[in-house]
């Protein structure tokens, strides 16, 4: 299996500020159609997860510009060019080339 | 706009089963790989199933394999998981979510199965 591993486990940061998650992958994860299948996800308090990111960089519709995905081989980041108070969450990295589909452990962005 | 609404969940005994339903609005089922992701309480996401759009592949995470089995209805626009032996560690949320780009995209509320004696 993939295993993603998430850093930091918690990101306390300051409204306005970038803030940045990374994830790392056990090894590469390129699909046969030479995609790599990275996702990322936004899990608000009490809600259902979203997805803000497809295919390492791809933002989907609806998602603020301010979050960028980038990234190749075993690393990736999402980053949050400024906070906002409506970000705070859990952020879940997860590849989708291979079966299993796994997850990342989960990052909790936090105010300070 | 896509909606996924999920029933069926409760409580069960250990070894017992239940039958999850997805119910899909504004788009057409027919058109799309759908998945069962769980999430047991305070606890991060776990892949479980996918179901390719006409049926003809299906996968499972190594944890439910022989126990669970991913089915669909498209002319009823439903998606269903029939859970068989039950255990404890399978107390979670489970989300029905569609594929989009070959990667889970649209999640439904959830529904919350509780696996105790």
């Known amino acids: 299996d993939v295993v993603m591993t998430q850093s930091p486990l918690s990101l306390p940061v300051t409204l306005g500020q970038p803030a940045s998650i990374s994830c790392r992958s056990s090894q590469t994860f390129v699909h046969t159609d030479g995609n790599t299948y990275l996702n990322w996800f936004q899990q608000r308090p009490g809600q259902s997860p979203r997805r803000l990111i497809y295919k390492v960089s791809n933002r989907d519709s609806g998602v603020p510009d301010r979050f960028s995905g980038s990234g190749s081989g075993t690393d990736f980041t999402l980053k949050i060019s400024r906070v906002e108070a409506e970000d705070v969450g859990v952020y879940y990295c997860m590849q989708s080339t291979h079966i299993p589909l796994t997850f990342g452990g989960g990052t909790r962005v936090e105010i300070k | 706009e896509v909606q996924l609404v999920e029933s069926g969940g409760g409580l069960v005994q250990p070894g017992g089963s239940l039958r999850l339903s997805c119910a899909a609005s504004?788009?057409?089922?027919?058109?799309?790989?759908m998945h069962w992701v769980r999430q047991a309480p305070g606890k991060g996401l776990v892949w479980v199933s996918r179901i390719k759009n006409d049926e003809s592949g299906t996968n499972y995470a190594d944890s439910v394999k022989g126990r669970f089995t991913i089915s669909r209805d498209n002319a009823k626009n439903t998606l269903y998981l029939q859970m068989n032996s039950l255990r404890a560690e399978d107390t979670a949320v489970y989300y029905c979510v569609t594929d989009r780009w070959l990667g889970p995209a649209d999640w439904g509320q959830g529904t919350l199965v509780t696996v105790s004696s």
């Open positions: 504004g788009f057409s089922l027919s058109k799309y790989w």
